[in-house]
């Protein structure tokens, strides 16, 4: 009865891991991207940019307003001058005060101050104008420059999905490899019974298949580095050992229009975009500098009261001025602005140039990387087909002792060298793809309807 037992307990737990295992679904690329979206660090990090943006911009938007601080203060002191100060701002001065024995040797005095001030700047020049501008235009520089964080991590993303899905077809190529490695030392090993075959035959089957043994165990790594990859590139280092949805049979299609992509690249990068925004940030700041010669005009407003003790008698005043400031010279500090400026912003636009040039560069090696996929793996199909049809043949050759041992393990290591190169070739055309778009500033995300759960 224990034993039964046992046995239908054992049965329960391993129908229950079956359902558990069902219930979870196959990593898709598309699932795989919105994890990164969530929870990767490094685009979580570029995403607080944006709020920098926009405190910059509302710190540029404070310029135009009022300025207002409220204050209190105490002195206590027997300084002649700050006596004399007090009591007269206090409205308690007396004819007493006036003697010279009291002016030059006064008792120790204390005084509150209470202040409220207010200043509103009239002209600016057009400094804090452009200010806000530039400011605005930081936010949208944040913008685009998050759009390319994105971008970049979706391609990483892509990269490492299909960097694992190649990891696992290169390993069930070599497992193929290494199951028909033991099924050809089988057959060494029967012919060598027979006395068909030397005991060199036999040996040397036996250390290809240790070498394909080898194979097998550095491909399992490379699996287990790929997990790796792709969970962090996601944020989450346990997705990454999810089963995949089935590597694809098909290569990526090629585009339709080759002709406009370039067109379509200095449209939508986003960074093409980040330093045209930059490079009119750079004018503002020229314009700004040639605007310091022009002078600023402020109000200022004070109401103060002072008073003896801090619940005492009230003596208030108030003062309202106008603030001129044109600055007449100041060592030629203001023209040495606006030659540096002048320079930042040529820089601006040189730094823009150069990367229209390399992005015209990057779409056209995506696109001829991207052909060459295509190509390649027309031929690596071809040369599958023609290698196992070669190992098919020298078997049965061998089978009859037509041909020898070394023959039939080249025709194995072509096969399999032929398999891997289709894989890869393969793979190369989705990577190329994604290096296109990537280059395009095409990039995006998966369909919204492709909800990926919150796995903690």
Not at 45 to 57: Q, R
Not at 308 to 336: E, I, K, P, Q
Request: with cysteine; charged share 25%; hydrophobic share 45%.
């Amino acid at each position: 009865m224990r034993g039964r037992a046992a046995i239908l307990v054992l049965l329960f737990l391993c129908w229950g891991t079956g359902i558990a295992l069902a219930a979870s679904p196959r990593l898709t690329l598309g699932e795989a991207m919105l994890l990164a979206l969530k929870h990767n660090p490094g685009l979580q990090a570029a995403g607080m940019s944006v709020e920098t943006a926009e405190a910059d911009l509302a710190k540029a938007r404070a310029r135009f307003l009022p300025q207002v601080n409220f204050s209190e203060g105490y002195t206590f002191s027997n300084n002649p001058t700050q006596v004399f100060m007090s009591k007269l701002n206090q409205r308690v001065f007396t004819e007493q005060d006036f003697l010279l024995n009291n002016l030059n040797f006064p008792k120790d005095y204390g005084s509150f101050r209470t202040g409220l001030s207010a200043v509103q700047p009239l002209f600016q020049a057009g400094e804090a104008y452009l200010g806000y501008q530039q400011a605005r235009l930081g936010r949208e520089m944040a913008a685009a420059y998050v759009l390319s964080s994105r971008q970049q991590v979706l391609f990483l993303v892509t990269q490492a999905y299909f960097g694992l899905q190649l990891a696992r077809e290169n390993l069930r190529v070599k497992r193929q490899a290494k199951e028909t490695a033991a099924k050809h030392l089988q057959i060494a090993q029967a012919r060598y019974r027979d006395g068909s075959v030397v005991k060199a035959d036999v040996l040397s089957a036996e250390v290809h298949l240790a070498r394909l043994t080898q194979e097998e165990m550095t491909a399992s790594s490379q699996v287990q580095i790929a997990q790796s990859a792709l969970g962090t590139v996601m944020g989450r280092p346990g997705e990454g050992n999810r089963d995949l949805a089935p590597a694809p049979k098909e290569p990526a299609p090629l585009p339709p229009q080759l002709a406009d992509l370039q067109k379509t690249a200095q449209e939508k990068r986003p960074d093409l975009q980040r330093l045209e925004l930059a490079a009119r940030v750079a004018q503002q700041e020229y314009q700004k500098a040639r605007l310091n010669y022009l002078p600023r005009l402020k109000v200022m407003a004070e109401y103060d009261v002072d008073q003896r003790r801090l619940f005492g008698s009230n003596a208030d005043s108030y003062t309202v001025m106008a603030l001129l400031n044109f600055n007449l010279f100041n060592g030629l500090a203001d023209l040495a602005r606006v030659r540096e400026s002048r320079a930042k912003e040529t820089q601006a636009r040189e730094f823009k140039r150069d990367l229209e040039d390399r992005v015209r560069h990057q779409v056209t090696e995506s696109i001829l990387n991207l052909k060459t996929a295509h190509e390649r793996l027309k031929v690596a199909r071809a040369a599958v087909a023609q290698a196992r049809e070669g190992l098919r043949l020298i078997r049965l050759r061998y089978e009859e002792g037509l041909t020898i041992l070394v023959d039939l393990l080249t025709a194995e290591d072509a096969l399999k060298n032929a398999e891997l190169g289709q894989v890869t070739a393969l793979f190369d055309t989705y990577l190329a793809q994604a290096g296109l778009d990537l280059a395009l500033g095409t990039i995006s995300g998966p369909v919204a309807e492709q909800k990926a759960p919150d796995r903690k």
